[in-house]
């Protein structure tokens, strides 16, 4: 019997140990590994022609832009005249009308009976004075 609970013993110390090493394993978990990739980049190497180039690019770049809104400005104040323009040709248009009523109503001759000659109406010239005469 004595044999035999010693085999027990060991038995169950053997057992023990190897439930001992399986818990081990999974409670430390797996070893984890962690992969680094450094993103280093390293500027190219540029000539003094291609700085300059760069450097002649950005400022045409600026120049445009100031063109382009220099330009947006321009084409606003031309759009002002513009407008202003057209008020001012609706005006002499109106005005025209106006003074070709007046000078029909007083009897003014034309602009081209007129012309080089002073302002006279059809009663004060004196052909007609001279027709109301007789």
Not at 5 to 15: E, S, T, Y
Not at 104 to 123: F, H, N, R
């Amino acid at each position: 019997m004595k044999t035999s609970k010693n085999l027990w013993i060991v038995v169950a110390v053997i057992v023990c140990v190897v439930i001992a090493l399986l818990f081990s394993g999974s409670l430390q978990g797996s070893q984890n590994t962690y992969e680094l990739r450094p993103n280093l980049s390293i500027p190219e190497y540029k000539s003094d022609t291609v700085r300059v180039v760069d450097a002649y690019e950005r400022l045409m770049d600026r120049y445009m832009d100031l063109t382009g809104s220099h330009l947006s400005t321009v084409g606003m104040d031309l759009r002002n005249v513009v407008t202003r323009l057209d008020s001012i040709d609706h005006r002499l248009t109106e005005l025209d009308k106006r003074l070709a009523r007046i000078e029909q109503a007083l009897g003014v001759d034309t602009e081209s009976d007129l012309v080089g000659k002073g302002l006279k109406s059809k009663a004060d010239r004196p052909d007609n004075a001279r027709r109301t005469l007789q």
